[in-house]
Every structure is written in structure tokens, then in C-alpha cells.
């Protein structure tokens, strides 16, 4: 796994070790990145269910001005230390080590970009779309990644779908404030 393009261009990612964490793929990614390329430069990140932080490290590359990288798990927290530190991305970075429904609820926000990539199966993406509301700025969007089978409704919370993509068994929601 690599980083696209930016800053940190061709710089390869730790990712974690195991089956407990499930990568963006690079064809997913390299998709989403493409659609939201306008939406990055300046921008405050929320990458929640971070992983190994490769979409946070990603936007940060593409000159995002901040993001937040929160993950409960404290190797998970580690890896994306270890990725700040290899693409010098760690000044526009904040790592949490705490579970995302409890940052989402001691949060104030705002943030422009949120990444939402949580277990398949946790069924985690209404309630953070429903917590979220108030924590994205103004024409923010918000990244849900799911498996195909997941079903989200058109409007949620403050939230609209504004597109989706599908990639195989994946599909990407971009939701914006409802008009």
C-alpha cells in the first residue's frame, strides 16, 4: 500500500498485521480520491476507524491542512505513527487511541472531510452519520466505505446522499448537509 500522489508520493504504508483490520483497497482509494480531488487542499480531516490511517494520510499528502486519526486500538495507533513519521505528515496530525462513537460524543468539530470505515458487520455507519450532524462544517462531505450489502438510507441525521460508487463488493457514500 503506498500513498497516491502529494507530498508523499510513492511512500509505502504499514498496514496491521492480522484480519482484524480490512484495508481500503488501492483501486478504491485511487476511485474516491479521484472524485473528491477538489474537496482536499486546506481542509480539517476526520479519518474515525483509522486503521492504519492510510485515507487520513492520504488527504493530508494531497495538502489537507489537518486530520484527526482516531482508532481504539493501540497497535492500530502505533501503525499510524510509524506512517506519519515515514511521509513527515506528523505536524498536521492528531492520533487518538479511543473508541469513535466516544470521540464522536466529546468532539466539537468542525471538520470538512470525514472518512467512515468501520467493520463491515459493526453496523457503526447510521449511528456516526446521526452523531456527526454538528461536527461537519458547512458543504463538508462525509466517506462511508461498506461492504454492497450494507443499506443506508438516502437522507440520515443532517445528512443527504450525494453520490455513491461501486467497486466490486464495495461501495463508497459521499453524504453532504441536507438542502
Excluded at 506528523?90 to 471538520?111: I, K, N
Excluded at 472518512?115 to 453496523?123: G, K, Q, R, T
Aim: hydrophobic share 35%.
Amino acid at each position: 500500500m503506498r500513498v497516491i500522489t502529494g507530498t508523499a508520493r510513492g511512500c509505502r504504508l504499514e498496514t496491521l498485521e492480522g484480519l482484524d483490520t480490512r484495508p481500503t483497497s488501492e483501486r478504491v482509494k485511487e476511485g474516491l480520491f479521484s472524485a473528491i480531488s477538489f474537496e482536499i487542499e486546506g481542509r480539517r480531516v476526520l479519518d474515525l476507524f483509522a486503521g492504519s490511517g492510510q485515507m487520513g494520510v492520504e488527504a493530508l499528502s494531497r495538502g489537507a491542512r489537518s486530520c484527526a486519526f482516531v482508532d481504539r486500538s493501540r497497535q492500530a495507533v502505533e501503525v499510524i505513527r510509524r506512517n506519519l513519521k515515514a511521509t513527515k505528515l506528523e505536524a498536521s496530525a492528531e492520533v487518538v487511541c479511543r473508541d469513535s462513537m466516544e470521540y464522536l460524543a466529546h468532539t466539537a468539530g468542525p471538520f470538512d472531510l470525514v472518512f467512515l470505515d468501520p467493520p463491515y458487520a459493526s453496523e457503526l455507519l447510521v449511528p456516526c452519520l446521526k452523531q456527526l450532524g454538528s461536527k461537519v462544517a458547512t458543504g463538508g462531505t462525509v466517506v462511508c466505505e461498506s461492504d454492497r450489502e450494507t443499506q443506508l438510507p438516502e437522507t440520515i441525521g443532517a445528512f443527504s446522499l450525494y453520490r455513491s460508487y461501486r467497486y466490486g463488493r464495495v461501495i463508497v457514500r459521499l453524504y453532504r448537509e441536507k438542502e
